[in-house]
């Protein structure tokens, strides 16, 4: 048989070959080296045999950054981990232990619960085991005797995962454990060059909390301690940055159980809210959208007719009244598609751009609750464009065009990802066809990079995902734009055509920033509290030395604010340093220090994270004019 490399070029192998045994056709370094192959663009374990045709890339110890080596490292550590415990903790049960973004983890069933303290233990033991040396063996086996196996080892949780497995049963071994396990694996633990294991947490047997509580052991492994460093550097970062901590150290909001998931915005928070308010404004005024105000309570029957009713009430708050229901909305679209069909359009009305940023709620289980990321208030830079067919694609296209603007604003990175038919799809395939055929060629047209998660589309429309990277190399999920064929018809949306038919619209709903609340929370983070100029929510502080400077001062901070800039007098008892001190660790862009020596011809500036220079007031004004000037 022949298999064929990356480069093109064929090998050819004996039948039954593995992938170890291509890795020893090409030289033994490549074999010893080997971690994984890719199969036709998919992982598979190194030990399992190859088919005529294959196309096949082997990976190795010097991949050490590819997501899939790293997957096979992590997920054969678990394996480690789960050896250690049984090991240190006769009487534990183990359930499962899968490889995830950035590690790993263990769920375990202790018989006597441990601490973060004894992680140490169990650290040092998985050390041992490498520096021991462990190789691991790949058998299959009849389900019967898997469980078998796995009874007579009193371990329940894996005799369940036996009988509910679907397809053959692989177990793999290392040194004196075995497990049910689907790989791929290392072949041995030399490559595992470093080893952290990170926290403790409870999890539930299947995610179902009326099953067990277990045991979660977390960890991490690279193939280099280097590696491993600047992962711990990089989470240290995170944690520096995290905007609940920022949040309330630079004043900007808080978070209340009397109001669970609904913050408190301060007036510096406020600031910032209201600057991204004004950006969405000028840049919707300017794209042609035209803003609207519908209700925030709406009866049951809108509801019913949008389909929410069905699908979405667990996540609605309710407001009994007789024997039916108002709800509070958790979203906009009915609304904007109610006032839509207040009347008959005229095609000549379309694209119709209907924009507003209402607070929303939506009733998320108070665990799910996560600072501004995960909130039940909730504030979308909402729209809802209602369009003909032919109108789709350049209306997608405004959309991108719109993202990609904002996300170089803020200096995001950008990842676009398409999604397309779900199996529980309505319409024709012909309209599916059609549908996302418009949004390739809008993305195409501006010229966007995408990825495609087939089948990941609502049922009533494809939709295109926008993901955002920040300071950090973090990706977070933020805005869509979703096309949908099926809801205007249920609100009775209808407009008459050029040839006088009367026709269902088209609508795009998008939001691109995602929420407020949430993309405060990332630009926190993004920023680390450094705000840019324009979104600062002080812009400069004044800090005079003396008493006898502060009528200069005031007078100063009157013709700044004149200007139209955000200006504070720090003139607390404090002392020169600390004052200024305190101007740094609140991250104010401009610090102007005013004594003896100042004048509004001569004044001392100091800029956050960067140089001192003298300059006159009007050159001062001058370049807080630049800085706005720009976005
Ligand atoms: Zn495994
Ligand atoms: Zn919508």
Request: aromatic letters at 10%.
């Amino acid at each position: 048989m022949k298999v064929v490399l990356p480069d093109r070029s064929e090998l050819e192998l004996p039948d039954e070959a593995t992938g170890l045994d291509a890795a020893r056709a090409i030289g033994p370094k490549l074999a010893e080296q080997a971690v994984l192959m890719r199969a036709n663009g998919s992982t598979r374990d190194l030990r399992l045999p190859l088919e005529d045709g294959d196309e096949i890339q082997i990976l190795t110890t010097r991949d050490a950054r590819d997501p899939d080596a790293l997957y096979v490292l992590r997920h054969s550590t678990a394996h480690l981990l789960a050896e250690a415990v049984r090991r240190l903790h006769p009487g534990v049960k183990i359930a499962i232990g899968p490889p995830i973004e950035n590690g790993f983890y263990y769920d375990f069933d202790f018989p006597v619960p441990i601490g973060e303290g004894e992680l140490e233990a169990i650290e040092a033991e998985i050390r041992r085991e490498i520096a021991e040396g462990r190789e691991w063996t790949r058998e299959e086996s009849s389900r019967e005797e898997a469980r078998e196996r796995f009874l007579a080892a009193s371990e329940p949780y894996k005799v369940e995962l036996v009988d509910t497995a679907e397809g053959a049963i692989s177990l793999y071994t290392q040194g004196d454990f075995t497990d049910l396990c689907r790989g791929p694996h290392l072949q041995n633990a030399g490559p595992i060059k470093a080893v952290k294991l990170t926290g403790l947490a409870g999890a539930y047997w299947r995610g179902d909390e009326k099953n067990t509580q277990l045991t979660r052991i977390y960890g991490t492994a690279f193939y280099s301690q280097a590696d491993l460093e600047e992962h711990l550097e990089r989470l240290e970062q995170a944690r520096a940055r995290d905007h609940r901590r920022l949040g309330v150290e630079l004043d900007l909001f808080h978070l209340d159980d009397i109001s669970p998931g609904s913050p408190f915005w301060h007036p510096k928070g406020t600031v910032i809210w209201n600057e991204l308010e004004d950006l969405r404004r000028r840049e919707n005024a300017r794209r042609g959208y035209v803003e609207v105000k519908t209700p925030l309570i709406y009866e049951q029957r809108l509801w019913e007719r949008s389909g929410h009713w069905e699908k979405f009430r667990e996540h609605m708050f309710l407001i009994p009244e007789g024997d039916r229901f108002y709800s509070i909305k958790p979203m906009n679209c009915p609304g904007h598609m109610w006032l839509f069909a207040s009347r008959l359009r005229s095609y000549r009305e379309l694209p119709l751009r209907y924009a507003e940023a209402a607070p929303l709620h939506r009733n998320e289980l108070a665990g799910a609750l996560h600072g501004l990321t995960r909130v039940r208030h909730v504030t979308q830079d909402d729209a809802h464009i209602f369009c003909s067919r032919d109108q789709i694609e350049d209306e997608i296209f405004g959309c991108l065009d719109y993202a990609t603007y904002l996300y170089e604003l803020f200096r995001l990175g950008s990842r676009f990802e398409l999604s397309t038919r779900p199996e529980n799809k309505l319409g024709s395939d012909e309209e599916w066809d059609f549908t996302e055929g418009a949004l390739r060629s809008a993305l195409d047209r501006r010229g966007l990079a995408y990825a495609v998660n087939d089948g990941d589309g609502a049922f009533y429309g494809p939709k295109i995902d926008l993901h955002m990277t920040d300071a950090l190399g973090r990706s977070w999920q933020m805005g869509t734009i979703q096309l949908d064929s099926q809801t205007p018809g249920r609100l009775g949306c209808s407009y008459v055509s050029a040839d006088n038919h009367e026709e269902t619209p088209y609508v795009i709903h998008r939001a691109l920033f995602g929420s407020f609340e949430r993309f405060i929370g990332i630009l926190v983070e993004h920023y680390g509290g450094a705000f840019p100029f324009w979104l600062a929510p002080v812009q400069v502080r004044l800090i005079p030395v003396g008493e006898g400077h502060r009528h200069a001062v005031h007078d100063l901070r009157d013709r700044i604010s004149e200007a139209g800039f955000r200006v504070a007098v720090d003139e607390r008892d404090e002392t020169l340093s600390k004052r200024i001190r305190d101007a740094e660790l609140e991250k104010v862009p401009f610090v102007v220090v005013y004594g003896d020596r100042e004048s509004d011809e001569s004044l001392a500036v100091r800029e956050h994270g960067g140089s001192q220079s003298t300059r006159s007031l009007d050159e001062l004004v001058a370049e807080f004019q630049a800085r706005i000037a720009t976005i």
